[in-house]
């Protein structure tokens, strides 16, 4: 019968430890909680994307109101040519700047034209205003039919509309984009009575030449 062997010095030999389901690992030596390691990648990973919001909003940033072109004008006097006015009202005599108004939100620019000589003497007045920050085409229409504008006139910028006084000249008003424009036209009057002198012209249809002057003044304030 074969007995099982003895180890010499009569000590019993020890078996390895086995890591079996029911017993959980050592963590290692000189490492920390996995906690915390978690909580530090949670903490980088809000950071870079933190950052790359901002950076997403810095690609984003409103760059401005979209001025289309038209720029603030001081001297509106020499872009307003008014030469189809000219043909009606005569030689152009002439001309004075109002105030200029130029602020962040705003420029606003103003001038006066006369018309032929002496008694006979017409004027024409021009205002500009660039709206830089707000949409003017809001209030528009209605702030022009408050002021009895209100037949609209087609081929000259995004809305107009005109009053018309007959005789007595009329008003003309345009937007364009974030730009506004103008133009009135009034038969002065020199009698006692209140009646035009004798040779005063009729101002009757000068929507025409108004139309085609606001058009080529639109043209000339984006040079």
């Known amino acids: 019968m074969i007995s099982e062997p003895e180890l010499v010095g009569g000590a019993p030999f020890e078996t390895a430890e086995v890591l079996t389901e029911d017993r959980e ?25 933190g950052a790359g919001l901002y950076a997403y909003g810095l690609g ?21 040519e008014l030469k189809g006015l000219a043909m009606v009202l005569g030689e152009r005599a002439t001309s004075g700047a109002g105030p200029f108004l130029d602020e962040p939100a705003l420029s606003e620019s103003s001038c006066h034209v006369n018309f032929g000589e002496g008694e006979r003497e017409q004027s024409v007045g021009v205002t500009y205003t660039l709206h830089k920050e707000s949409d003017p085409g809001v209030e528009f229409a209605a702030h022009a039919k408050y002021h009895e504008l209100i037949l609209p006139v087609a081929g000259v910028g995004e809305q107009a509309f005109f009053g018309d006084r007959g005789e007595d000249g009329g008003s003309l008003w345009v937007l364009d984009g974030q730009a506004v424009v103008k133009i009135d036209v009034h038969r002065n009057y020199y009698s006692e009575n209140g009646e035009p002198l004798d040779g005063a012209p009729d101002l009757s249809g000068i929507d025409v030449p108004l139309t085609q002057d606001v058009r080529a003044l639109l043209a000339a304030l984006k040079k």
């Open 60 to 80: 984003q940033r409103d760059e401005g109101v979209d001025l289309g072109g038209y720029k603030p004008v001081e001297e509106l006097c020499e872009k307003a």
């Open 25 to 49: 690992p050592r963590p290692p030596r000189g490492r920390g909680p996995s906690w915390a390691w978690a909580l530090g990648g949670a903490l980088v990973a809000s950071a870079l994307w």
